[in-house]
């Protein structure tokens, strides 16, 4: 999801580490089978595609996406053998798929034809920032009360819940429409986000993720609802939707190295935090494949 603040997704996440110190259609035509010409694969999304925060970086792509090229496309297109064109991009929202969301940087759709075979994408959670904002209100939230109650609860509610319902979920109904049109030949796949937090606290997790115990479920239900709603948007466009939720838990940004697919706020590995590290978008890959039966 990357999460996005006005054009730079990634410093949000920067302000967030300050923060907690101071106190990311018509139903798809499967891919053609295996020839000697390799898969036409197309990769769109957010941070949680371009693998935003784990080196190396993509040469070929604007330092403002911070594509990565260990990301989960680049593993898939390996494995399969296909020709990638990776146009994820950190920060990204579904507007971005048809406009430009930096400057010299094509409106994401402008990579799809009616030769595209695959097209994959994890993409919602930067929509109206609700995501980040919660991510933000609530670690802000936990500093203020020493990680005791719920505060961020008790401030926003069912506000970001509600901000999901009316806008993201239409928005992503379209986005997915237009790759459709776009694509007409493609099989579309929408990954859903991987779990950010546990469904309770654990012990040592405030430390690195400074969010109130009380509001670890709230943060948890909230991801499980944009999911919810990103898994509707592809059921009424005819996409695949390609779930994180069972195969992801227990690998939030609360467990140690080498168990957690999410890095933390603070005392992570990434450069942009709260992201997939490298063992994660390794693990998105798996999960695509094996939904959409390649291998």
Not at 49 to 64: I, Q
Not at 106 to 134: E, H, K, R, W
Not at 173 to 200: D, E, H, S
Request: charged fraction near 15%; charge should be negative.
């Amino acid at each position: 999801m990357s999460i996005r603040t006005h054009s730079r997704p990634w410093r949000l996440a920067v302000l967030a580490v300050a923060a907690a110190m101071t106190g990311g259609l018509a139903l798809a035509a499967p891919a053609r089978a295996a020839t000697a010409t390799p898969v036409d694969y197309v990769a769109m999304g957010d941070s949680y595609s371009a693998g935003s925060g784990v080196l190396p970086l993509d040469p070929g792509a604007a330092l403002e996406c911070a594509r990565s090229t260990a990301n989960y496309p680049h593993d898939l297109a390996a494995r399969i053998g296909a020709q990638l064109t990776d146009v994820t991009c950190g920060g990204a929202e579904t507007k971005d798929y048809a406009g430009s969301q930096y400057p010299g940087v094509a409106p994401q759709l402008d990579a799809l034809s009616s030769s595209t075979d695959l097209v994959t994408m994890t993409i919602g959670g930067n929509d109206n920032n609700t995501f980040i904002d919660a991510i933000l209100a609530c670690g802000s939230a936990g500093v203020l009360t020493l990680g005791i109650g719920h505060p961020c609860q008790s401030l926003y509610g069912s506000s970001f819940d509600d901000s999901i319902d009316s806008s993201t979920y239409p928005a992503l109904v379209a986005a997915l429409t237009a790759v459709r049109a776009k694509a007409p030949n493609a099989r579309v796949a929408i990954v859903g986000y991987p779990w950010i937090v546990p469904a309770t606290a654990v012990p040592g997790c405030f430390a690195k993720l400074p969010i109130a115990s009380g509001d670890i479920p709230y943060l948890r239900e909230l991801e499980g609802h944009l999911n919810a709603a990103v898994q509707r948007a592809a059921q009424a466009t005819g996409a695949t939707y390609v779930d994180m939720s069972a195969v992801s838990n227990g690998h939030d940004a609360c467990r140690p190295a080498g168990t957690r697919w999410i890095e933390p706020l603070l005392f992570g590995t990434n450069y942009v935090p709260v992201h997939p590290n490298a063992l994660g978008e390794s693990k998105m890959a798996d999960q695509v494949a094996t939904v959409l039966g390649l291998g």
